[in-house]
């Protein structure tokens, strides 16, 4: 099984602040990696797919980088509704999420 | 417009079977080019991926529950299903269900549906 990992497991930030997570895989998953913002409540919200590609619709403040085993997503800056929990999740074999990350108001 | 919506009962008692429908409504379950998924979250915690099914019926399910897990289709309702067998506690969770695009890329997902396990 791919064992995902996600850092930091929390992290407080401001308004404008530029964000980066890490999310890393147990073995290599190539580019077959997803990223989701989750509200709470709500279902997870499909951001960044293969990697780098930014889903339709989602802001261009969203990136994300990466292949193998480590992998990134950026918030260039950030905005008060991107104040949530992201996940990683890999599909190279069967699909498996990280724990996530909550970024909060500092 | 895609949408999913899970249905089912909220409350299940332990070693019993929750069974859970997801409704697919603006496009077609029988697409060559989706499977459907289900996902749960437990209260508080992280998403955790319990299986998928193609139109055809083909499937493939999260090694770790596989033994408890039966996932069908009914392309004549535009329906997937989840049946979860022998349930304790540990099973209580929001139950998604959702489409996997391309290479298991989760764009749509129905509201959720909180199941408890509980006598």
């Known amino acids: 099984d791919i064992q995902m990992t996600q850092s930091p497991s929390t992290l407080s930030a401001s308004v404008g602040d530029r964000v980066t997570i890490t999310c890393r895989a147990s073995q290599s998953i190539s580019s077959w990696l997803a990223w989701y913002q989750q509200k709470p409540g709500k279902a997870p919200k499909l951001l960044i797919y293969k990697a780098s590609s930014l889903e339709s619709g989602v802001p261009s403040r969203f990136s994300g980088s990466g292949s193998g085993t480590e992998f990134t997503l950026t918030i260039s800056s950030l905005q008060p509704d991107d104040f949530a929990t992201y996940y990683c999740q890999q599909y190279n074999s069967f699909l498996t999420f990280g724990p996530g990350t909550k970024v909060d108001i500092k | 417009q895609l949408q999913l919506q899970e249905s089912g009962p909220g409350l299940v008692k332990p070693s019993e079977t929750l069974s859970l429908t997801c409704t697919v409504s603006?496009?077609?379950?029988?697409?060559?080019?989706?499977?459907w998924g289900w996902i749960r979250q437990p209260p508080g915690k992280g998403l955790e991926w319990i299986g998928s099914?193609?139109?055809?019926?083909?499937?493939y399910y999260n090694p770790s529950l596989k033994s408890r897990v039966t996932i069908s289709v009914d392309t004549s309702k535009n329906q997937f299903s989840l049946k979860l067998s022998s349930v304790t506690a540990a099973d209580t969770a929001v139950y998604y269900c959702?489409?996997?695009?391309?290479?298991?890329?989760?764009?749509?997902w129905g509201q959720g549906t909180l199941v408890t396990v509980s006598s």
């Open positions: 099914i193609y139109y055809s019926g083909s499937t």
């Open positions: 603006g496009g077609s379950i029988s697409s060559s080019s989706y499977y």
């Open positions: 959702a489409r996997l695009g391309p290479a298991g890329t989760l764009a749509y």
